[in-house]
C-alpha cells in the first residue's frame, strides 16, 4: 500500500457490519487488532471505508502518508 499511495485496496470481508467498522477504526487509528497495528501507524497515514457487499461489509484502505 505504502508503495501505491491513495489507491484503495481491500482489506477484508466482515460478516458483522460492526466488526468490519471496528477494522476500519482500528486502520486509521494506526491501532488495528494486534500484530497487525504496526502496518498501519502512525495514527492518520491510512485512511479506510466500509462498503457493504452480499457477503457483508468490505473494509478498504488507502495510505496517505504525510498528507493530512
Same mark, same amino acid.
Do not use: C
Given at each position: 500500500?505504502?508503495?501505491?499511495? =491513495?489507491?484503495?485496496?481491500?482489506?477484508?470481508?466482515?460478516?458483522? #457490519?460492526? $466488526?468490519?467498522?471496528?477494522? #476500519?477504526?482500528?486502520?486509521? &487509528?494506526?491501532?488495528?487488532?494486534?500484530?497487525?497495528? &504496526?502496518?498501519?501507524?502512525?495514527?492518520?497515514? =491510512? /485512511?479506510?471505508? $466500509?462498503?457493504?457487499? /452480499?457477503?457483508?461489509?468490505?473494509?478498504? #484502505? &488507502?495510505?496517505?502518508?504525510? $498528507? &493530512?
Amino acid at each position: 500500500m505504502r508503495q501505491n499511495p =491513495f489507491v484503495w485496496l481491500e482489506i477484508g470481508t466482515y460478516p458483522a #457490519a460492526y $466488526t468490519a467498522a471496528s477494522v #476500519a477504526a482500528g486502520i486509521e &487509528r494506526g491501532k488495528a487488532g494486534g500484530h497487525i497495528a &504496526r502496518h498501519y501507524s502512525p495514527a492518520g497515514t =491510512f /485512511e479506510a471505508r $466500509t462498503t457493504p457487499v /452480499e457477503d457483508g461489509t468490505a473494509v478498504r #484502505a &488507502r495510505y496517505l502518508g504525510d $498528507t &493530512r
